[in-house]
Antibody, heavy 116, light 111 residues
Framework: EVQLVESGGGFVKPGGSLRLSCAAS????????MSWVRQGPGKGLEWVGR??????????DYAAPVKGRFTISRDDSKNTLYLQMNSLKTEDTAVYYC???????WGQGTLVTVSS | DVVMTQSPLSLPVTLGQPASISCRSS???????????LNWLHQRPGQSPRRLIY???NRDSGVPDRFSGSGSGTDFTLKISRVEAEDVGVYYC????????FGQGTKVEIK
């Protein structure tokens, strides 16, 4: 059974940092392209960024609102995806989901609240 | 950036009746490999999204056959042949041909 389990969410002040993790199981994580998607309170889904498999180059791409502040990485030895979030803004408040990049599997989400 | 525009944004439906959601992209979603990466997702309140349809018209495993997707280029449609109570929630189209973009979502509720 495929499982994606996010962790690391919490409360942080504007300008602060937070690192989210997504533990994957039930599929070959090494070959998977993975995305982060967020959903602000009462809002729709917003793509944050994606990392491709190391076999395909291992590079990450980002949506404009987070480019330069967020970094996606992966540790294939731990089957874990990461989202490092720096210089956080109040508008980054959202539930953050990890998902396979085909969006056929999603985690349960972790809430990030940025507030003073 | 590719903009995905859904209509309507709110859709009250009667149980047993059909429903249809439109999704339009600001540019063609035909990718260089010839595929069109247009998905439909469903999100129930308090739950994670679930993919229903991929590459325009392919139903995911376990998705009832009352759901169907169609379209090409820039215009796409999700149809529910007979709405059931479990179909309430928000439906999103999303494209994966030019990075990734989601539509605004269409909230389906029972009249």
């Amino acid at each position: 059974e495929v499982q994606l389990v996010e962790s690391g969410g919490g409360f942080v002040k504007p300008g602060g940092s937070l690192r989210l993790s997504c533990a994957a199981s039930g599929f070959t994580f090494t070959n998977a392209w993975m995305s982060w998607v967020r959903q602000g309170p009462g809002k729709g889904l917003e793509w944050v960024g994606r990392i491709i498999s190391k076999t395909d180059g291992g590079t990450a791409d980002y949506a404009a609102p987070v480019k330069g502040r967020f970094t996606i990485s992966r540790d294939d030895s731990k089957n874990t995806l990461y989202l490092q979030m720096n210089s956080l803004k109040t508008e980054d408040t959202a539930v953050y989901y990890c998902a396979t990049d085909e969006f056929d599997y999603w985690g349960q989400g972790t809430l990030v609240t940025v507030s003073s | 950036d590719v903009v995905m525009t859904q209509s309507p944004l709110s859709l009250p439906v009667t149980l047993g009746q059909p429903a249809s959601i439109s999704c339009r992209s600001s540019q063609s979603l035909v990718y260089s490999d010839g595929n069109t990466y247009l998905n439909w997702l469903h999100q129930r309140p308090g739950q994670s999204p679930r993919r229903l349809i991929y590459k325009v018209s392919n139903r995911d495993s376990g998705v009832p056959d009352r759901f169907s997707g169609s379209g090409s280029g820039t215009d796409f449609t999700l149809k529910i042949s007979r709405v059931e109570a479990e179909d309430v929630g928000v439906y999103y189209c999303m494209q994966g041909s030019h990075w990734r973009t989601f539509g605004q979502g269409t909230k389906v509720e029972i009249k």
